[in-house]
């Protein structure tokens, strides 16, 4: 056999690889432009959905009028783009999660297939977790809390000495800036949900460890507080909530991780391939680490 033979040999599989992935590129690529067609032709209804914190928090300092304004022309085409792109993603993201577990599948393990799908089943929920904490718990808090800034004005003469008036200030909102803030809101709590299936997924690939995850946890937190202040308006309230959330995520990560590692110590036992003396030295590292916490 020549060695363009063996080449293209090698090559087939390549090939085939390429093929599968680009089969399963365009189902999915198919199935998120149906979402957004079917939330296009329903996209009155999500935006209502979408504003009710906002009509909340106004109707509870007596403004019944929560309309927004579209500023430019285009305003609201692009708005209602944005809710389709945005439900197009949330629709079609349970089969675009079965494509890709499609594509890899078959290149795993039995064991690993089930250490994968647990993952793959837990990422969506975990973001629609985080967005529902975003939607109903943090954008109340937030609206409110740029709604304070308003005030009520009097005209000229009216006030009780005779003094000038007082301008008011309004919120008349653009429909497109409400629109952006809601959805930065709840990706960005979608996404930092997603900390424990990343890091209880790095542990399981043992990647990362409980006792590495200990041992930079005052780093982990100035990165935690970078964060809350990239990702939120330049209000405390937001970014503490997010810091509190996120932060408690990554120690409920360090004891997923901890609990992958003991499955993993007593598979290994039970193989006959575990050192008892370093499972000892792992247990006294742990209490040692629970005492200084």
């Keep these: ?26 189902h999915s690529v198919i199935a998120f432009i149906i979402g957004m067609v079917i939330c296009f032709t329903v996209w009155n209804p999500i935006f209502n959905f979408l504003t009710a914190p906002l009509c909340s928090a106004m109707a509870e300092r007596g403004q019944d009028d929560c309309g927004l304004i579209l500023i430019k022309l285009q305003e609201g085409f692009f708005v ?10 949330m629709l079609g993201f349970p089969y675009i999660s079965y494509q890709l577990w499609r594509f890899v599948a078959p290149g795993l393990y039995k064991n690993e297939k089930g250490a994968f799908l ?11 977790l985080g967005a529902s904490f975003a939607f109903y718990v943090v954008t109340p808090l937030a609206f409110d809390f740029f709604l304070g800034f308003q005030q009520a004005g009097t005209l000229v003469g009216e006030g009780p000495n005779g003094e000038n008036g007082i301008a008011a200030i309004a919120f008349q909102g653009s429909a497109q800036e409400y629109l952006s803030l809601t959805i930065k809101f709840i990706v960005a709590f979608g996404l930092c949900f ?11 690939a043992g990647l990362v460890s409980a006792e590495g995850l200990r041992s930079v946890r005052k780093y982990a937190v100035v990165a935690i507080l970078v964060l809350a202040a990239l990702v939120t308006p330049p209000d405390v309230i937001t970014q503490v909530i997010l810091f509190v959330v996120v932060y408690g995520l990554y120690e409920i990560s360090i004891q997923l991780v901890k609990r992958v590692e003991r499955k993993r110590e007593k598979r290994l036992r039970e193989e006959g391939f575990y050192d008892e003396d370093e499972d000892l030295m792992a247990e ?8 200084d916490k």
């Excluded at 006294?284 to 005492?291: K, L, N, P």
């Design 80 to 89: 209602a783009i944005s809710i389709s792109f945005l439900g197009g993603l």
């Design 118 to 128: 647990p993952f793959l089943i837990s990422s969506p929920l975990m973001f629609f």
């Design 194 to 204: 997603q900390l424990p299936v990343l890091l209880t997924l790095m542990g399981k």
């Design 1 to 26: 056999m020549s060695a363009s033979d063996d080449i293209d040999d090698s090559a087939a599989p390549l090939i085939e690889h390429l093929a599968e992935l680009r089969t399963r590129l365009i």
């Design 284 to 291: 006294f590292e742990d209490d040692r680490e629970d005492a």
